[in-house]
Every structure is written in structure tokens, then in C-alpha cells.
T-cell receptor, first 114, second 113 residues
Framework: GAGVSQSPSNKVTEKGKDVELRCDPI?????LYWYRQRLGQGLEFLIY????????KSGLPSDRFSAERTGESVSTLTIQRTQQEDSAVYLC????????????FGPGTRLTVL | GESVGLHLPTLSVQEGDNSIINCAYS??????FIWYKQESGKGPQFIID?????DKRQGQRVTVLLNKTVKHLSLQIAATQPGDSAVYFC????????????FGSGTRLLVRP
């Protein structure tokens, strides 16, 4: 079946611009996660959505970062006034239920801020 | 603070040999420890997990060992194959937020033909 998809696969932007990254989770998965992965490093948790519950935004690095999810479907991660340190791969994952250790990851969006 | 790290950044093994990837963790209040595999250009893929009250768990060609005394986690891969070449991450889930994966920095496994 279809896995987690993300778009765009690559995004190059200029410092100060806003960007919007999209994630389509696996159908039926109630939990959705966003992570950031800097070059050669592990993944940093950003935000978690579970059904209609309030999201856990504790990993967002600054108020320039925000995310939304419509029901149990698509999610968008928005970065306002991008900075060079925002350059990274942004990965989305979904899982069938909350707390499931097997999270299914998309291929990521590689963001480059010039 | 919470952190998960790895001893060896790169591991090179001969095809057919067994591989052992190690990980140290600092947070004793973790519920699960998990191993993920990430191939180039792809998102991480779940391999196996182990609950904090267990010492060993086996999967298909993989075994995870947990030593809580020294806060050490390892992943053993039997009969390593070229397709096992990837970066391997250990991760943990805090007991108070079990949905959140805290990842280490990764070990690259290279399999020589």
C-alpha cells in the first residue's frame, strides 16, 4: 500500500522567506509526527498530532515554526522568515496509534536556506 | 537532559560476518528502546524494539540486548548482507511521553563484499 509521502522533495529558498512543507500520512494512521534531521545527525522531534487532541509542540525550536493537521489526514509544517540554520531534512512519520514504536517515515523534504 | 548516543560512528564488516552496533543512553526513565535503519535518501525504517524491563529480544537476523546497569544498548545483525549497509539509529521513548522518539546520532554500517 501507499506509504507516507512528502512534498516537495527538495526546497531551496532565500533567507527571510516563508516555506510550507506537506505530509500525507498512511491512511488510517491516527498519529503524525514531524522531525528535523541535520546533516550527519540523528532526528530531532518537532511536533506530534493525535486525532483531535491538542498537539505536542514541545520540540518546535522557535515561534517561527508551526504545524497544522486537518483531522487525521494531511499535515503542513510552516517555517516563517527562514534562517540558514533551518537548513535540514524535515521528516514526517505516522503510526497506527499513539505510542506505537513503529513509526512509518516519509522520504523527507530537504530544505536549503541560502 | 535526555540523550542517546553511539560509541562508533562507522563500522565496516565483511559480508557474512556478524555486526554489532552499540549505543549508550543517559535517561533511566525510558519505556522502550528502539533501533531504526536509514538508507541513503530515505526515511528511517523500524527494525526492532525492546521494553525497559527486558534484557534481550530477537527478530529475524537481529538481536537487541539491553544492559540497564551500564545503560548500554546493542544491535546484533547475523550474517550481514550488502543490503544491511545503512545508518543505524538507536532511540528511546520517555515514560511520560511514550509517543516521542529521542534519537541518537547514528552509526554507519558498511558491508564489504
Amino acid at each position: 500500500g501507499a506509504g507516507v509521502s512528502q512534498s516537495p522533495s527538495n526546497k531551496v529558498t532565500e533567507k527571510g522567506k516563508d516555506v510550507e512543507l506537506r505530509c500525507d500520512p498512511i491512511s488510517g494512521h491516527t498519529a503524525l509526527y514531524w522531525y528535523r534531521q541535520r546533516l550527519g545527525q540523528g532526528l530531532e522531534f518537532l511536533i506530534y498530532f493525535q486525532g483531535n487532541s491538542a498537539p505536542d509542540k514541545s520540540g518546535l525550536p522557535s515561534d517561527r515554526f508551526s504545524a497544522e493537521r486537518t483531522g487525521e489526514s494531511v499535515s503542513t509544517l510552516t517555517i516563517q522568515r527562514t534562517q540558514q540554520e533551518d537548513s535540514a531534512v524535515y521528516l514526517c512519520a505516522s503510526s497506527l496509534v499513539a505510542g506505537d514504536n513503529e513509526q512509518f517515515f516519509g522520504p523527507g523534504t530537504r530544505l536549503t536556506v541560502l | 537532559g535526555e540523550s542517546v548516543g553511539l560509541h562508533l560512528p562507522t563500522l565496516s564488516v565483511q559480508e557474512g560476518d556478524n555486526s554489532i552496533i552499540n549505543c549508550a543512553y543517559s535517561n533511566s526513565a525510558s519505556d522502550y528502546f528502539i533501533w531504526y535503519k536509514q538508507e541513503s535518501g530515505k526515511g528511517p525504517q523500524f527494525i526492532i524494539d525492546i521494553r525497559s524491563n527486558m534484557d534481550k529480544r530477537q527478530g529475524q537476523r537481529v538481536t537487541v540486548l539491553l544492559n540497564k546497569t551500564v545503560k548500554h544498548l546493542s544491535l546484533q545483525i547475523a550474517a550481514t548482507q550488502p543490503g544491511d549497509s545503512a545508518v543505524y539509529f538507536c532511540a528511546e521513548t520517555p515514560m511520560d511521553s511514550s509517543y516521542k522518539l529521542i534519537f541518537g546520532s547514528g552509526t554507519r554500517l558498511l558491508v564489504r563484499p
